[in-house]
DNA sequence: GGTAGTGTGTAGTATATGGTACACGCATGA
DNA sequence: TCATGCGTGTACCATATACTACACACTACC
């Protein structure tokens, strides 16, 4: 699921099978946007929304903000931290990670969590 | 150099010491914007500029335009293939990122770069 | 067969963004 | 003392962004 409003729809009708108040209008109206906007947004035809609407989309839907403004392509306040504090280095390790496969990065992450850094 | 301004007026005066033509309207008119712009964005007044701009500035400045745009907050197309593909791993390793030390990232980018992953 | 709910198309809009235009005051040097 | 170059302040502006408003067509229920 690799873009945001593919992923949107499909969180949506998930929940939507729960519950029949997803409809994109009860959703809509619950964000505080209209509902036309939230279907161009889900169907890609519009740009992903501001972080406020994504933050009140990922309260309403229960799901990670973070991810969603990652998809959204909206960098969080502490990946802008890091680069501001080291730019260079983020970027070697950007350029590094881009060809890691995923088990080495998930062995990083494991390593890190681990405490062997 | 936390911000992308300081940075830009740093880089500027160190080129301009051996180079008279680095004034802010000198660089200003290369680049093509006004001068009193390209000061108020040194200071921090305005935004950063826009990614042409930053390439603009980059190329005229003999930098590395990806440290500019990271400084501008603006992510690189490589940083966003990885937030796109893998965005929860993608939020972990950045929460964990976050408190290494500088240390630890520099081992990383050196096992990486050695081969070792 | 009307009405209630569904998603969507089109047209328009307020505000933010990324600048421009031009003038001002300060140094420096001739 | 005045021309030249320096950085900067103020006012304005064109375009893009992030939406709104409203109507339309379809389905299902009764």
Redesign the interface.
């Known amino acids: 699921m ?2 945001f409003g593919d992923y949107l729809r499909k969180v949506r009708e998930e929940r939507r099978s729960g519950d029949a108040t997803f409809s994109v209008r009860q959703l809509a109206s619950r964000v505080g946007v209209e509902p036309s906007y939230l279907s161009k947004v889900e169907r890609g035809q519009q740009q992903p929304p501001s972080e406020k609407t994504i933050a009140a989309l990922a309260n309403e839907l229960d799901e ?1 903000p ?2 969603l403004l ?2 959204a ?1 909206k ?2 306040g ?21 060809d ?1 496969p ?1 088990h ?3 062995r ?2 494991r390593e ?2 681990d405490g062997e ?1």
């Open positions: 690799s873009n990670d973070d991810v990652a998809l392509g960098v969080s502490d990946l802008q931290s890091i680069i501001r504090r080291r730019p260079k280095l983020f970027a070697e390790l950007i350029r590094q990670l881009k890691m995923d080495a990065v998930l990083l992450v890190v969590r850094w």
